[in-house]
C-alpha cells in the first residue's frame, strides 16, 4: 500500500482480555518496528523485525506481549490478560532496509483497557 | 543505554523563528532523526544527521555537532500548522533501531 496501515484504529477492553493489534507495512519494506507512545512520554521501542532473521524482542515489556511477522509482511503485536498501564498508542514503523534512515509511520492503534 | 534530552513545551509567535533542542549520550554515534508529529496523527520524517553541520531543508533546518551531543532543529517563518510534536531520534551501537526522545510540543500563536 502507499503506506503504514495499522487496526485499528482505537480499541477499548476489559482489563484482562487479549488484544491483536496490526500492521500492514508499506510493500517490499523488509524492516517493521513496533513502538508504544504513552500520555506524555516518548516513543518505546517494543520489537524489531528484519526480513527472515529472528526478531529483535529487547523492548517487550513482559511476557504478556508478543509479536509475529507472517510472509515477511503483516505483523500483529498480541498483548494477553492486558492491564491498565497498557494503555498507549502502538505505533508501527516500516523502512525499506535495515540501513534507510527514514521510518514511515502507521497512525498507531490507541488502545485503553479499562 | 542512550540518554535524550529535549524541553517538554515551547511557545513561538506565527511568523518568527523556533530552535528546540536535543542534547544526547551514547556510544558508537550513527545518525540522529527529526520527526514531526501532529495530535493523533503518525510522525513523519523531518531530517537525519550523520555529520556535523547544517543541512537545510526549506523553512526547517537541521543542525549537528557529534562532539557535543548536541543537535537543533531550526523553523523559520512560523506557521499555525507547526505546532505540533519534535521527536528527536538517535540510533547508535551498530543498531538498526533508534531511540527516542519524549518530544518537544510546539505551540505556535498569532
Known amino acids: 500500500g502507499a503506506g503504514v496501515s495499522q487496526s485499528p484504529s482505537n480499541k477499548v477492553t476489559e482489563k484482562g482480555k487479549d488484544v491483536e493489534l496490526r500492521c500492514d507495512p508499506i510493500?517490499?519494506?523488509?524492516?517493521l518496528y513496533w513502538y508504544r507512545q504513552s500520555l506524555g512520554q516518548g516513543l518505546e521501542f517494543l520489537i524489531y523485525?528484519?526480513?527472515?532473521?529472528?526478531?529483535?524482542k529487547s523492548g517487550l515489556p513482559s511476557d504478556r506481549f508478543s509479536a509475529e511477522r507472517t510472509g515477511g509482511s503483516v505483523s500483529t503485536l498480541t498483548i494477553q490478560r492486558t492491564q491498565q498501564e497498557d494503555s498507549a498508542v502502538y505505533l508501527c514503523?516500516?523502512?525499506?532496509?535495515?540501513?534507510?534512515?527514514?521510518?514511515?509511520f502507521g497512525a498507531g492503534s490507541r488502545l485503553t483497557v479499562l | 543505554g542512550q540518554n535524550i534530552d529535549q524541553p517538554t513545551e515551547m511557545t513561538a509567535t506565527e511568523g518568527a523563528i523556533v530552535q528546540i533542542n536535543c542534547t544526547y549520550q551514547?556510544?558508537?554515534?550513527?545518525?540522529l532523526f527529526w520527526y514531526q508529529q501532529h495530535a493523533g496523527e503518525a510522525p513523519t520524517f523531518l531530517s537525519y544527521?550523520?555529520?556535523?553541520g547544517l543541512e537545510e531543508k526549506g523553512r526547517f533546518s537541521s543542525f549537528l555537532s557529534r562532539s557535543k551531543g548536541y543537535s537543533y532543529l531550526l523553523l523559520k517563518e512560523l506557521q499555525m500548522k507547526d505546532s505540533a510534536s519534535y521527536l528527536c531520534?538517535?540510533?547508535?551501537?551498530?543498531?538498526?533501531?533508534?531511540?527516542f526522545g519524549r518530544g518537544t510540543s510546539l505551540i505556535v500563536h498569532p
Open positions: 514503523a516500516s523502512s525499506s532496509d535495515p540501513g534507510a534512515n527514514v521510518l514511515t
Open positions: 510493500s517490499g519494506h523488509t524492516a
Open positions: 523485525f528484519q526480513g527472515n532473521s529472528a526478531p529483535d
Open positions: 551514547t556510544s558508537g554515534f550513527n545518525g
Open positions: 544527521n550523520v555529520l556535523d
Open positions: 531520534a538517535v540510533k547508535s551501537g551498530g543498531s538498526y533501531i533508534p531511540t
